[in-house]
């Protein structure tokens, strides 16, 4: 047997990212969303005080060094307030992502794999979803099954479901032309099983990216959800909740709007620059084929 | 003696591998393969030539029950073994048979593939469809076997590694093992060394050819390129416009074509001979798009021995599909 071109290269783990300059925005949004975890899981060994702690003697005290970013009308400290919150946001973004990946991905890898008149039937059902305003569907939620947080995860997931379909069926789709696919066929592989090993492995990426800019999508959603009294109820502290309950200082104490939103601004920010760098890290153009 | 004499007859006597009749193949009303008639015997090995254009693939793609979804196949594909015709069975039924009665290589190395698994995981996959093999950890062993096989050196690190690690050669090798990890009765080549460079050719060519020798199955080879048809197959269909012009044995084929347009393929293939400025000899004009051939003899435009007779499309001459052609003027026989 010929045995000339035999010498196999030393499969590496992760070569296939080997080689890749590292992109700034995937640094960039990845230390700021890795910021933002950081703060939820350091809330739950340390926080200032008890964020829940409502002290009249403190009423609206300035930052200092007591309370780094000063204390809000019912004298709760506000640092502490944020580092709590982060854990709403990052709970809510993580579940509301879950529900959209879960429901979107197959629907998407389904509509790719039927005939293409029932994937088409499939896509326009979803576009009227897409058509939808996120945030109407989740105060038609919210007034039907109550505020809570529960509500405002799975309205956020829901409302995120359509842009997950669109863009797993488009990867999908690509991948349902290649040839490893037909050959998996010629090798009397069942439709599922192609589903399963070999499309959504080869959209992963995509799913990644997905993931990430929905991500950013669900903060802000969470956010405005809480800020119209949707969203997490009191006293569970929320970004979004503090910025509504300093509304009416704006003026008097700007710092008490400032702080959560601009820690809802980093951690949008954040997310979305990872699924940006992400995307053109994952761009097939970029893609170094060896 | 009396053994192989014996062998012999019954490879005779044993029903085909595979029987085409009739087989047409359209889309959207447009014909891009008619009236096929092909039969594969026990460890036959067949070649189909034709030009880009000819049919060949979409002739493959049918056989396997793996036609795009606007495409449409009508006629009869049957394999020995098989108690249903492969035209019109539903997924489920050909998903049974694709893999392990017939397999089939394909032209791309570097795409037929995937991507996200390693080797050796894709070609124990093939065998655990099946059940061929009874777990994980047989199909694995077996699975580094046919990859040594296939001539990689340190398979069992090959199996491991992924396919963008390998070479287009070594990729098509692993394609090889893939097709043959079920031992199929018949094996579908769409043109498997195309794609690869011409000193791997003949390694890929040579590994093909032992692997269904091996395993006593047969073989339908598709190409455009008639010295690899020689050297691998016993006998040639030729393909143009979607249908069988002339089939037979590839020495008498190659050596006496009867078919005007197997006359002229073979002629250009001759480095040899040029005209009167020193050019190579061609078939004037190109291969029409599908469904602007002519009525009638599908090569008449292009052949400079076409009459008016050619208009009426010409029957089949020969004792059966095996060996005949379809001509209205055929090469080397008395004019009818």
Partial sequence: ?290 | MSAAIGSAIRRDAAPAVLTVRGLNVTVRRTPLVQGVDLTVGPGERVGLIGESGSGKTMTALSIMGLLPEDVTATGSVRLSGVDHDLVGADERALSRVRGRDVAMVFQEPMTALNPTMRVGAQVAEAMLIHHTKPDRRHARTAAEALLDQVGLLNHAQAARAYPHQLSGGQRQRVVVALALANDPALLVCDEPTTALDVTVQALVLDLIVRGVTARNSAMLFITHDLAVVATVCERVLVMYGGRVVESGRVDEVFTRPRHRYTQGLIGASDLEVVDARGRLATIPGSVPAAGSFPAGCVFRNRCIYATELCATSPDWVGPNESDGFACHHPAGVPHV
Avoid at chain 1, 149 to 169: D, E, N
Avoid at chain 1, 253 to 270: E, H, K, M, Y
């Fill in chain 1, 1 to 290: 047997m010929n045995r000339e071109e035999a010498v196999v290269r030393q499969p590496s783990t992760g070569g296939r990212r080997a080689g890749l300059r590292p992109n700034p925005s995937v640094i960039v949004g990845g230390v700021v969303a890795a910021g933002v975890v950081m703060m939820a899981l350091v809330s739950f060994v340390w926080t200032p005080y008890d964020p829940t702690l409502v002290d009249a003697s403190q009423r609206l005290l300035g930052p200092s060094a007591r309370h780094w970013f000063g204390t809000d009308k019912f004298g709760r400290d506000v640092l502490s307030q944020i580092l709590m919150g982060s854990r709403t946001t990052l709970f809510v973004g993580f579940v509301a992502v879950g529900v959209a990946a879960v429901i979107g991905v197959p629907l998407g890898i389904i509509a790719a794999m039927t005939p293409r008149r029932l994937g088409e039937l499939l896509m326009r059902g979803n576009d009227l979803l897409l058509a939808f305003p996120a945030l109407l569907l989740a105060i038609m939620f919210s007034a039907v099954y109550g505020a809570s947080t529960l509500t405002a995860m799975i309205a956020i997931g829901i409302a995120s479901v359509p842009s997950f379909a669109r863009v797993i069926r488009s990867g999908a789709l690509q991948v349902m032309g290649t040839d490893y696919v037909l050959a998996a066929r010629s090798a009397g592989r069942r439709p599922f099983a192609i589903g399963v090993h070999h499309v959504l492995p080869n959209v992963s990426s995509l799913i990644t990216v997905q993931v990430s800019v929905s991500f950013a999508i669900a903060v802000l959603a969470e956010a405005a959800l809480s800020f119209l009294g949707l969203g997490t109820p009191p006293p569970t502290p929320s970004w979004g909740r503090m910025l509504q309950e300093s509304q009416e200082m704006l003026f008097s104490a700007p710092r008490l709007v400032v702080f959560p939103g601009l820690a809802i601004a980093l951690a949008v920010l954040g997310f979305n620059l990872l699924g940006d760098g992400l995307r053109d890290r994952f761009d097939p153009r970029l893609e170094d084929h060896r």
